[in-house]
């Protein structure tokens, strides 16, 4: 089952610290622009993924064109795509080794978010982060320490 409770969502949020946001964008009227501002702000280190603007960057972060690139663990996967294109990006996530998926607003995607959970990995669906940060008062996130 999906994350529904506070205490739920709480806990994952509290105990990340790299998001990858599929979907990002470099107009800083869309919402995942500011999403993603609102999680840097936070303390998140968060890795734009979008195919179309590979290459660049958004607000600091270099764009990847898809999770596998990243190389790195990755906390949370938050998708801001269509409910019918989630599917690939939650297999790539599994395959990535990522710890939880995040689905927006409005993204709602059950065959994908059983695949998720059957993998080990913890989903939320139609729920943004940067609003439950402030509506469950969330610190910010401390920053990695080094080893």
Not at 16 to 39: C, E, H, Q
Request: charged fraction near 20%; proline fraction near 7%; glycine fraction near 8%.
């Amino acid at each position: 089952m999906p994350l529904t409770t506070d205490a739920e969502i709480r806990d994952l949020l509290t105990n990340a610290r790299t998001i990858a946001l599929v979907g990002a964008s470099d107009r800083p009227d869309r919402a995942s622009y500011g999403v993603m501002g609102a999680l840097q702000e936070h303390g998140y280190r968060v890795l734009p993924i979008n195919p179309q603007i590979t290459g660049t960057h958004v607000l600091g972060e270099y764009v990847w064109e898809s999770i596998d690139q990243l190389g790195m663990p990755i906390d949370i996967v938050d998708i801001f795509r269509r409910s019918d294109a989630v599917g690939p990006i939650v297999d790539d996530a599994i395959a990535a080794g990522a710890k939880a998926i995040w689905m927006q607003l409005g993204v709602i995607n059950q065959e994908a978010a059983a695949r998720a959970e059957a993998a080990g990995l913890k989903v939320v669906m139609d729920h943004c982060p940067k609003i439950e940060i402030r509506r469950l008062g969330i610190d910010p996130v401390a920053p990695p320490q080094a080893t």
